[in-house]
């Protein structure tokens, strides 16, 4: 007897072609460079973000802010070398700004790339008033 409802359109069972279509999804996601991550935030919070998540220039905006609230270490050298014993690849930017501040004295200051400059000059203004107190 025959089923009422839409003609099948392939052979294979509907739990294959969803298993499928997510394994595509998947890879796609992983070409893009794309991960998947799981946070646990407030309901007001999560709600704002996945709003957010949908407007244009979302991922761009993100990254800015998120490069105001953490430094890569690896980015810069002189701050590498201060934080030689750490093993996160980031660092908050308080924090960052603490350990230019106490180790000054061991920063080469010639050595110094415009974007090191930069960065100290951002965070003396965030969190030092404008100064690094050395």
């Given at each position: 007897?025959?089923?009422?409802?839409?003609?099948?359109?392939?052979?294979?069972?509907?739990?294959?072609?969803?298993?499928?279509?997510?394994?595509?999804?998947?890879?796609?996601?992983?070409?893009?460079?794309?991960?998947?991550?799981?946070?646990?935030?407030?309901?007001?919070?999560?709600?704002?973000?996945?709003?957010?998540?949908?407007?244009?220039?979302?991922?761009?905006?993100?990254?800015?802010?998120?490069?105001?609230?953490?430094?890569?270490?690896?980015?810069?050298?002189a701050l590498a070398d201060l934080a030689w014993n750490r093993t996160d690849?980031?660092?908050?930017?308080?924090?960052?700004?603490?350990?230019?501040?106490?180790?000054?004295?061991?920063?080469?200051?010639?050595?110094?790339?415009?974007?090191?400059?930069?960065?100290?000059?951002?965070?003396?203004?965030?969190?030092?008033?404008?100064?690094?107190?050395?």
């Open positions: 007897m025959k089923h009422p409802g839409r003609p099948r359109t392939s052979k294979l069972t509907r739990a294959e072609q969803l298993r499928r279509a997510k394994r595509a999804q998947r890879h796609r996601d992983h070409a893009a460079g794309l991960v998947q991550l799981q946070l646990k935030l407030p309901r007001p919070v999560a709600a704002k973000l996945a709003a957010t998540a949908r407007i244009s220039g979302y991922a761009q905006a993100l990254d800015a802010l998120l490069d105001d609230m953490v430094v890569r270490l690896a980015d810069y050298p690849e980031y660092l908050p930017a308080r924090e960052a700004f603490g350990l230019y501040e106490r180790n000054w004295r061991f920063v080469d200051t010639g050595k110094l790339d415009e974007r090191e400059r930069a960065l100290i000059e951002r965070l003396a203004q965030r969190f030092g008033a404008g100064l690094i107190h050395a």
